[in-house]
């Protein structure tokens, strides 16, 4: 089996021998009258437009494959909407143009004109009268037997991917029509579209460690977006009752089957609303976007069914730790027994200096996300989280000690967040310094001040509920894929030699 330099230096050899002859490599003025998806459903639906002896078609691909028999040989190419056969004859296409397809390899595009035939084992096969070299590819793609399985290469040459594994291209057109599907849900509820700074003079809206910048001409550090919440309710405050942003964010953390350091969400604000008005919605939007990506509102993760239909389990924090984790309710607001219990599990709190300042809300959430959460298989609300891990939610009137907020988790892992906005900018200075202090305390996820935030509060905003839904994880699970990095075009990979 030759090796890949082998194969590069003689495509590169017919490269300088058509040259040599006068052959434009990369040629732009071929026009395209039918896709293959085109000619494919015409066939289907007996058009003799397409059909006919006489039925010319122009067309284009990438040649996928070739066997040759002498002065002629079938091809197989592909286009954006399928693959489909060609039969490329000499006495047909003629010598100087047959002589040029000789010099062609698999991974070339290749422009056909021809009418469609049968073969004699009832294949439509394009029979060429013409064909034109659009550009010549100087490596060879990947054997097509064992094809493109090596996952590190596949995410660091995803154009490969897409090109060898046609099931992996399904995935992000599956991806593409959920993000279409919520644009156009959340449109039809009279929520207007915006966008918001990727570069902020202050990282906020979430507690996470930001990536940090400069901007030369304004001598000025800016962090890249951990969220865009709090301009999204400036726009409330001014007068956007309903804004939506589906956005990319940013957040300095680790890399695993969940988490890429950048990866969008769908952020949403409703003014007159509360986390249980989202709660419903969230419930609909689901079962209509699992609908309409699969054609089911039960799909299979994994090997797990998870069904989309209502009612969705709610259940409180609280009663989540006791039932499924087995916390004894008594030590609930025992800080140092919380803290014994989370060390004892292997639990990771933090740096001794980050243990001083986590009071026990933030130690019982950390019990949830490892005892708790990777159970939640179907879709479960849980509600009625501390006011110490929900900064920007409103507080519960009957139980403030608590917060009108909810988390949705599907398949072990969260999907969304929501609550009822906390627009009481007194109380919203107050949870700010606090988290200051947690922040100096050694803790770089802790909300920063936002003076002007504030200040915009202050100009009063309306009673708001708002959610955040994250959609590379939505996209894993409409697409059973295990990893982000499977929903992700680009993810962040770490830098290599290996060519």
Do not use: C
């Not at 590819?137 to 995410?155: M, Q, W």
């Not at 009752?241 to 089957?257: A, P, Q």
């Amino acid at each position: 089996m030759e090796q890949t330099g082998d194969i590069i230096d003689i495509r590169k050899e017919k490269i300088r021998e058509m040259r040599h002859s006068g052959t434009d490599l990369y040629p732009n003025d071929f026009s395209v009258t039918h896709s293959v998806g085109d000619i494919q459903q015409a066939l289907i639906n007996n058009d003799t437009g397409i059909s006919a002896e006489n039925a010319a078609i122009r067309t284009a691909g990438r040649i996928m494959a070739i066997n040759r028999f002498g002065k002629s040989a079938f091809i197989r190419f592909k286009d954006r909407t399928g693959q489909m056969q060609a039969y490329v004859r000499q006495d047909k296409v003629g010598s100087d143009a047959y002589a040029l397809f000789k010099l062609m390899d698999i991974g070339d595009f290749i422009g056909l004109t021809g009418t469609m035939f049968q073969t004699k084992t009832g294949e439509w096969t394009l029979l060429a009268d013409s064909l034109r070299l659009l550009s010549k590819a100087i490596r060879p793609l990947p054997e097509k037997f064992h094809g493109l399985k090596d996952p590190e290469k596949r995410y660091r040459q995803r154009y490969l991917d897409l090109i060898m594994n046609p099931e992996v291209r399904e995935i992000f057109i599956r991806r593409s029509r959920l993000v279409q599907f919520i644009r156009k849900f959340l449109i039809e509820r009279d929520f207007l579209e915006v966008e918001t700074p990727m570069m902020q003079p202050i990282a906020g809206g979430a507690e996470a460690k930001p990536f940090k910048t400069h901007h030369n001409a304004l001598d000025m550090d800016l962090y890249l977006r951990i969220a865009p919440e709090l301009y999204l309710k400036r726009l409330v405050t001014g007068g956007f009752e309903r804004v939506f942003e589906i956005n990319r964010n940013f957040r300095n953390e680790g890399i695993s089957t969940q988490h890429n350091p950048e990866f969008t969400m769908l952020e949403f604000y409703q003014a007159y609303a509360t986390f249980k008005d989202l709660m419903t919605l969230t419930e609909e939007m689901f079962q209509q976007a699992a609908v309409f990506v699969t054609g089911s509102v039960e799909v299979q993760y994994q090997g797990e069914p998870i069904d989309f239909t209502s009612p969705w389990k709610q259940i409180t924090l609280y009663d989540a730790l006791e039932s499924i984790a087995g916390i004894d309710p008594a030590i609930f607001q025992d800080r140092d027994k919380l803290m014994e219990t989370a060390l004892s599990a292997g639990i990771t709190i933090g740096k001794q200096e980050e243990r001083q300042v986590l009071d026990a809300g933030k130690i019982l959430t950390k019990l949830f996300d490892a005892l708790v959460e990777p159970k939640l298989i179907q879709p479960t609300f849980i509600t009625g989280y501390p006011v110490s891990v929900s900064p920007l939610s409103r507080r519960n009137m009957e139980k403030p000690d608590l917060t009108d907020r909810f988390e949705l988790f599907i398949a072990g892992r969260e999907i969304a967040n929501g609550f009822s906005e906390l627009n009481d900018p007194e109380d919203q200075r107050e949870r700010f310094l606090r988290q200051v202090q947690h922040r100096e305390a050694g803790d770089e996820e802790s909300h920063m001040m936002d003076e002007d935030y504030i200040k915009a509060l202050e100009y009063g905003m309306p009673p708001t509920a708002g959610e955040g839904i994250g959609i590379d994880r939505l996209a894993m699970l409409l697409t059973d894929s295990p990893s982000i990095r499977d929903v992700i075009l680009f993810p962040h990979m770490k830098a290599t030699d290996r060519k």
